[in-house]
């Protein structure tokens, strides 16, 4: 296990989901988290923070449509650009919450959120069969509604908490500002990247190899583990809405796990054990992140027991 008293590398990622549906609701959010994310370094860990998307790029897809409705020749707001701003919202207010956090107790304002692309493959299977969840929840009347609008798009139901569009979401391959997020760490910065899982990018090779965005929406979870792979992080922590990784979830015979290993994490992904587009994709992260190098371990628990999880207290603890 990463030991306090040594200077760990933790990335932290934070649910979409767990933010909230308003800027409110995310401010409220971010700042409740930010004293337990100082704790985080002051227990001598170096932190990098991600986060999620899906509620926000969703609903900026949608407010954009919106705005626009009455004059077809403005064409939608692509996913990648969508997933642009989501980062820029979601970082500022993380910038915001941890500068603040981090003045008060440093007068230091250590902060930087980098916007991050992240290769993906164009032939990626993903992009036939889109299992990512975003934007609002909607009840089957509504999303029938939205289908019939937008027959072009997919509706499913989202661990029985209503339905959501999905988009597809392409395995992340590599991350584009990699050199600028090890340089920001290696001056002591907070850093805040690759939200959203990044946004999604593959080469041009009609303009001479440039990056261009692709319709898609990374999981952060995914993202999150490469981010944590190539920052030689020894710690994964997966913050979500519900304090702990279950089997049998949502029936009267729920079990909350709190300490499993990879093999055992497996099985239970072979038995369909976690929802598709919201538990799967984090206990895989886990998995990955947890087999990539001997004494990795991945947290996965709740943004409002954040301490508690690191501090073994809470959470399902995963490692090889
Ligand atoms: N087996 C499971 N154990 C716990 N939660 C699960 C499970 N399967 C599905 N879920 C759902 O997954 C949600 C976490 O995924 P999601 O909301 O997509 O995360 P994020 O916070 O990253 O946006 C939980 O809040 C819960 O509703
Ligand atoms: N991009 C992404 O995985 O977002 P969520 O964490 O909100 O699902």
């Known amino acids: 296990m990463a030991s306090i008293g040594k200077p760990n590398r933790v990335v932290i990622a934070l649910g979409g989901n767990a933010l909230g549906n308003t800027p409110e609701e ?17 227990q001598g860990n170096e932190i990098i923070i991600t986060h999620g998307n899906g509620p926000q790029v969703g609903m900026i897809q949608k407010s954009f449509a919106l705005a626009h409705e009455d004059d077809p020749s403005v064409p939608a707001m692509d996913l990648p650009e969508c997933g642009a701003m989501s980062q820029g919202y979601i970082g500022y207010h993380l910038q915001q919450a941890i500068g603040a956090a981090m003045h008060k107790a440093y007068k230091r304002w250590h902060v930087a959120t980098v916007v991050t692309q992240i ?11 889109p299992t990512k969840p975003i934007g609002q929840f909607l009840t089957k009347e509504q999303a029938d509604e939205e289908k019939a609008a937008h027959p072009e798009m997919t509706f499913v139901e989202d661990s029985g908490r209503g339905y959501r569009r999905v988009v597809a979401s392409p395995q992340p391959k590599k991350i584009v500002e990699y050199e600028s997020i090890l340089n920001l760490l290696d001056n002591e910065f907070i ?5 959203g899982g990044g946004i999604p990018v593959v080469r041009d090779y009609n303009d001479k190899g440039a990056y261009k965005g ?8 995914m993202g999150g583990e490469l981010l944590a792979e ?3 992080a020894d710690m994964l922590v997966l913050l979500t809405a519900v304090d702990h990784v279950a089997i049998n979830f949502g029936k009267p015979n729920q079990e ?19 929802g598709k587009g919201s538990m799967e994709p984090k206990v895989r992260a886990a998995v990955k992140f947890a087999e990539s190098r001997p004494g990795r371990v991945c ?9 508690e999880a690191m501090a073994g207290l809470s959470g399902t603890r995963i490692h090889a």
């Open 26 to 42: 995310q401010i409220a959010r971010v700042r409740a988290a930010a004293p337990t994310l100082l704790k985080v370094i002051e």
């Open 119 to 129: 290769e993906v493959d164009p032939d990626d299977p993903a992009f036939q069969n």
């Open 191 to 195: 850093v805040i990247a690759c939200g």
């Open 214 to 221: 692709i319709a898609a929406v990374i999981d952060k979870d």
């Open 230 to 232: 190539d920052c030689h």
């Open 256 to 274: 909350e796990l709190t300490d499993i290993d990879t093999q055992q994490a497996k099985e239970y992904l072979a038995q369909g054990q976690f």
């Open 299 to 307: 947290i996965i628990g709740s943004l409002d027991k954040a301490a």
